[in-house]
Structures are given as C-alpha cells and as structure tokens.
C-alpha cells in the first residue's frame, strides 16, 4: 500500500546531541514536509520541500535541518541548538506545492529528553 | 498570514448524538481539509474541500468560501470518533504551508 512511513516511533535525546527522524514516502508526491505538534496545540510548519536538493524553512526551522537527496526520502535533524525538542513531529507529502494538492501524513515520531 | 479558529475547542456527547464542528477563517482560502487526530497520534485525512458539501458515511462536511468558515457534522456518533479533530488551510498564496487550528477535542462516552 501507498503511504508515509516515519520512524522510529518513539526517540530520545542526550543533552547536546543531535538526532535525526526518518521519512519515507512512496506515493510519488513531490512536495513533502515536517511538522511539529506540542501537547494541547495545532501543528507548526519546520521545513518543506517542493523538489528534490530543494527546501524551505518554514515557521519554526531554527535548531533543525532537512535534506533531500532522494524524491522519496525527507530526514530531519534535531540539532543540539533547539532547546526544546520534546514534542510530536509528523511528516506529510502532497503532490505539489504549488496548486494546493492535500497534504497527506505518517504516524509520527514522540522525541523526548533524557 | 490567515488565521483558523475553531469552535468549539472541546466537546462532549453520548453515543448516538449528532454534533457540528466549526472551522472559520481570517482570509480568502484555496484548499480546507479536515483531520482526525486519534488517541495515538494518527492524523488521519477526513475531507479536502476548498468548496461545496461532500459526505463520506456518518460524516460531511461544507466549506462557503465566500463567508469563510467551513463546518464538520458528524451524526450519529460512536466512541471511536473520539479524538481531535482539526480544519486546516493554506490561505491565499501557494508557499505550501499549511495553517492549522488549534483543534476541537470530543470525547464520546458510551
């Protein structure tokens, strides 16, 4: 079946280390995303990309980073800057950016503290 | 940049009762989906409607573009439609991101 896979599900970080979540789509979507989700909240846009080797920052980039080597392959990487990692990240795909296609997402990926 | 605001932000009902969701807007809107957060997390997709009404089983949902605000009834309601239930837009320009509401929280009791 076509669909978003993020792992791992749950993960936990070191003080001052950097963590990086995996996503995987197989929908052919051009456009993917990260977002992330804090107890009680909507969800707030990290990065996006419309095209492989191509990124954008989104609200709330500052302490990660993304790359996009492969069209169905979007990492992000919690770096030691972001000062408060704990949350909910999801991943999401849509065909396109730029006509408004549906965002389709993965189950996400808990991030907490040791 | 637009603003979603939903109403109202939590909701309890017994089984079987029908309730109504509201989504509204701050501007002119090109895409309105809404999603289903379960209790582990999933978000699941519920509806892509820019405009019009579409249904999809107990569920429907209209979107008014002009008077923007969108609105998700669900009729009949069972203990699995428990969770949050979220609107979100991309409002009037193509730069892909995708803006949510804070939410509306139901809880069905049996």
């Known amino acids: 079946d076509g669909g978003i896979t993020q792992s791992p599900k749950y993960l936990f970080r070191k003080e001052g280390q950097n963590v990086t979540l995996s996503c995987e789509q197989n929908?052919?979507?051009?456009?993917m995303y990260w977002y992330r989700q804090d107890p009680g909240q909507g969800l707030r846009l990290i990065y996006y990309?419309?095209?492989?080797?191509?990124?954008q920052k989104g609200d709330i980039a500052e302490g990660y980073s993304v790359s996009r080597e492969k069209k169905e392959s979007f990492p992000l990487t919690v770096t030691s800057a972001q000062k408060n990692p704990t949350a909910f990240y999801l991943c999401?795909?849509?065909?396109?950016?730029?006509?408004?296609?549906?965002?389709?997402f993965g189950d996400g990926t808990r991030l907490s503290i040791l | 940049g637009i603003q979603v605001e939903q109403s109202p932000p939590d909701l309890i009902l017994q089984e079987g009762a029908n309730s109504t969701l509201w989504c509204n807007f701050s501007?002119?809107?090109?895409?309105l989906q809404w999603f289903h957060q379960n209790p582990w997390g999933q978000l699941i997709n519920l509806f892509y409607?820019?405009?019009g009404t579409k249904q999809n089983g107990r569920l429907s949902a209209t979107t008014v573009a002009t008077e923007r605000y969108s609105l998700l009834y669900i009729s009949s309601s069972q203990t699995t439609d428990s969770g949050v239930y979220f609107c979100?837009?991309?409002?009037?320009?193509?730069?892909?991101?995708?803006?949510f509401g804070q939410g509306t929280t139901l809880q069905v009791k049996p």
């Open positions: 999401a795909s849509s065909k396109s950016v730029q006509y408004n296609q549906p965002q389709h």
């Open positions: 929908l052919n979507h051009d456009a």
């Open positions: 990309s419309q095209i492989v080797n191509d990124f």
């Open positions: 501007d002119s809107v090109n895409n």
């Open positions: 409607i820019p405009s």
């Open positions: 979100a837009s991309y409002g009037s320009s193509n730069t892909g991101k995708l803006i």
